[in-house]
DNA sequence: TTCGAATATTCCCAATTAGGAATATTCCGA
DNA sequence: TCGGAATATTCCTAATTGGGAATATTCGAA
């Protein structure tokens, strides 16, 4: 159902997450390198990472003593399966908006 | 910054919410339709709309003794954009993951 | 074997919110 | 004018969680 795309855009919406994610699409990252990066606390960074762990949103490595995060993208493609469906039914309206919008500019005689 | 996105995907990140603006994709609708039709309570549907408009993803249309609700689907833009900025960078995890699976694929002998 | 670095977990507090119940508000029709 | 329909808001409770502080755990190096 909605629920698993629920879950994920859940682990998305914290900012600090998002910057996560960011970090993680181009390499991996150790959670004492993305605390450092981002500015928080090394307690925060692992909880965040475990949030977006538990959705499936990164894969761990354990390394040593480290662990090295990195993005599972395919997580993300819910996401875009949703946005195509969504669209499907939305141009008709999203015509109607660029129409008023734009009758609204003619309106102010802009 | 990513406070903005955050903040969508926290409006998206509720399974009622989802299913509301799955609604909202035809047609617009009431409350009043909207409960019966998701099998939720008058109050509880009102308190959901109202962390739409907040984000912006509805507009309201007052009609007399009923307000109109309607997908404002220019708001799930940002989420567009922000997936194309990610996959600029993660196409080449990408093809590592398919990589990985299909070796993966191979080992089992499938 | 001991120490320190890296990480995860737990405890605490404050804020948010989903959901139910009750109530307030607005407006139309009789 | 009054009653009922449609909607929003408030009060309550339980659950979640972001963030800080402290602590536990694991592992490599000396």
């Known amino acids: 159902m909605e629920e698993r795309l ?5 682990a998305l919406a914290d900012p600090n ?3 996560m994610i960011e970090l993680l699409r181009k390499q991996e990252w150790t959670v004492g390198m993305m605390a450092n990066q981002l500015g928080i606390s090394q307690p925060q960074t692992s909880k965040h990472l475990r949030i977006l762990y538990d959705a499936g949103l990164v ?3 354990i390394d040593a003593n480290r662990r090295r995060y990195a993005l599972k993208s395919q997580a993300l493609k ?3 399966a949703w946005r195509t469906y969504m669209a499907r039914e939305t141009e008709r309206l999203d015509r109607l908006e660029t129409f008023l919008a734009e009758s609204q500019r003619e309106e102010n005689g802009s």
């Open 6 to 10: 629920a879950s994920l855009f859940h």
């Open 78 to 80: 819910p996401l875009d």
């Open 59 to 61: 894969t761990v490595t």
């Open 17 to 19: 997450r998002l910057r």
